[in-house]
């Protein structure tokens, strides 16, 4: 990202970014180091809402799809090989003749990339650190057909895009927990993290529902959403599930929370969203969530809610009920089933 390969570059004079140049950045990370390009006109491309609050919070230019041409475009390269292809060929239709900067650890398949940019148009330069590389080219019109398609149907007519989480169609763990939803489910409740809404649906067809926010940082998945989800009971959020909506306003919350953001796990963001449940519900709340058997929520549960306990699940998901949410008055009197 910025903050290492692409500041390396530019400080050792390995690239050069012209005094004039207007430069973007497509999908970078909350924290890029972007001092080096502090005198360049900057605009940011974010479609992860935390990244874009935070950028949009250091007060630079962000948005949600960027428009217009660029001198340099920089691409932080990300996990699914689809959506790399994808922003490349983006950063290139912007750049117009421009240069197109490619960034990413081998983990996420730098090589690889690099390998299929070689054999498209030549390749200026590159550096290597950080465990991964950063090169460039200069944009030709190459990478055409590389552009993301459009959400399209996949499996049972679900509408995905490449490059959101379980794109091929619904995901284990959500079916599990789909599986297992009471049908006595009832009132105002949401689904933290929903994707491009396989559970929602599933939500909304219990009668005693009467609506559903669905909140996803995903703007993409999100937008697939809108295509799948067509109640009037929904509500569709772009935001940040850890910091959105009021406190104790819900009367259920249900999810399948992601537990990494790279190919790191983390189950401190898993960990986040159990607490943002906890101070949306009502203090009759209820949470319902599904998680791999490996994940150690159940002290974050039971630190934040009076009861919990483990429904039906398998060998890989486990279903967890938490009821209650804890007050500072009711702190140690949590109990589990």
């Not at 409740?189 to 005693?208: H, K, N, V």
């Not at 929370?257 to 790279?262: A, I, K, L, M």
């Amino acid at each position: 990202m910025p903050s290492a390969r692409f500041t390396h570059a530019i400080e050792t004079g390995a690239f050069e970014v012209p005094a004039d140049a207007r430069v973007a950045l497509i999908e970078p990370e909350a924290d890029a180091d972007l001092s080096t390009l502090s005198d360049h006109t900057l605009s940011v491309q974010q479609t992860f809402k935390p990244r874009f609050d935070a950028f949009e919070a250091r007060g630079f230019a962000v948005t949600e799809a960027l428009g217009g041409t660029f001198d340099v475009l920089h691409v932080t390269l990300p996990r699914s090989r689809d959506l790399s292809r994808g922003f490349i060929a983006r950063a290139e239709a912007l750049a117009s003749d421009g240069i197109v900067v490619v960034d990413g650890a081998k983990t996420d398949g730098i090589d690889a990339i690099l390998k299929a940019v070689k054999a498209r148009v030549p390749v200026e330069g590159q550096v290597s650190k950080a465990h991964g590389k950063l090169f460039w080219f200069r944009a030709t019109g190459a990478f055409a057909e590389w552009a993301l398609p459009a959400p399209a149907p996949v499996a049972d007519g679900w509408i995905t895009q490449p490059g959101v989480f379980s794109a091929d169609g619904p995901d284990a763990g959500s079916q599990a927990l789909v599986a297992a939803l009471p049908p006595k489910l009832k009132g105002h409740g949401a689904e933290l993290g929903a994707g491009w809404g396989f559970m929602a649906r599933a939500l909304l067809a219990l009668p005693g529902v009467t609506r559903v926010d669905l909140v996803e940082a995903d703007k993409r998945a999100l937008e697939c959403a809108t295509q799948n989800i067509s109640d009037d009971r929904a509500i569709l959020h772009w935001d940040d599930a850890t910091r959105w909506g009021t406190a104790n306003t819900l009367d259920w919350v249900v999810m399948n929370p992601p537990f990494h953001t790279s190919r790191t796990p983390d189950t401190g963001l898993g960990q986040a969203f159990i607490r943002s449940a906890a101070r949306l519900l009502k203090p009759k709340g209820q949470l319902l969530m599904v998680a791999n058997r490996h994940l150690p929520y159940e002290q974050t549960l039971s630190d934040s809610f009076l009861q919990v306990q483990e429904l039906n699940g398998d060998p890989r998901f486990k279903i967890l009920q938490a009821d209650q949410p804890r007050t500072p008055a009711q702190a140690g009197r949590g109990r589990r089933r």
